[in-house]
């Protein structure tokens, strides 16, 4: 097995809480996956992704609208920080950088700080990119009809 180069990897090097915030900034794959409506199966505790997103969401470039401002302008978007990871992992999607930090695990190969660039992520349909609609002027009670079956999440 190949180990991490980790002087390269800051990711592996400091772990997620020693991360400063640029680089915590950009650890984000900007696969915009976090920016889509979920629903949570009450029984479970399973969250399920929709093709339902944020209206502010790109759903081209899967980049925020504002993203300055997007806890003002959205105040259910989280804004995921050092202190709040934690409680997030149970609905981030598997493949989300943070989550697999916190889990141990390296980053995978198209993210974008291995691979040099995004277009590997887009390219291999790991973004939201082409695939989703924003969720406006769609009834909450029809999110189930939009459910996806592609994002894999605990
Ligand atoms: S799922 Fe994770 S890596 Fe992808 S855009 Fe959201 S925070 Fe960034
Ligand atoms: S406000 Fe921006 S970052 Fe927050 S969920 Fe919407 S598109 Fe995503």
Known sequence: MTQPNTESKFWWRQGLDALNSDQWEQLCDGCGLCCLHKLEDEET???????????LLNTTSCECGDYENRTERVPECLKLTQQNYHQALPWLPNSCAYKRVAQGLDLPRWHHLR????????????????????????????????????????
């Open 115 to 154: 691979a040099g660039g995004k277009a590997l992520m887009h390219k291999h349909g790991l973004s939201v990119s082409g695939k989703v609609q924003h969720a406006a002027g769609i009834d909450e009670d029809d999110y189930q009809e939009y459910v996806l079956q592609w994002v894999d999440g605990e």
């Open 45 to 55: 505790g399973e969250y399920h992704y929709t093709s339902l997103a944020c209206d």
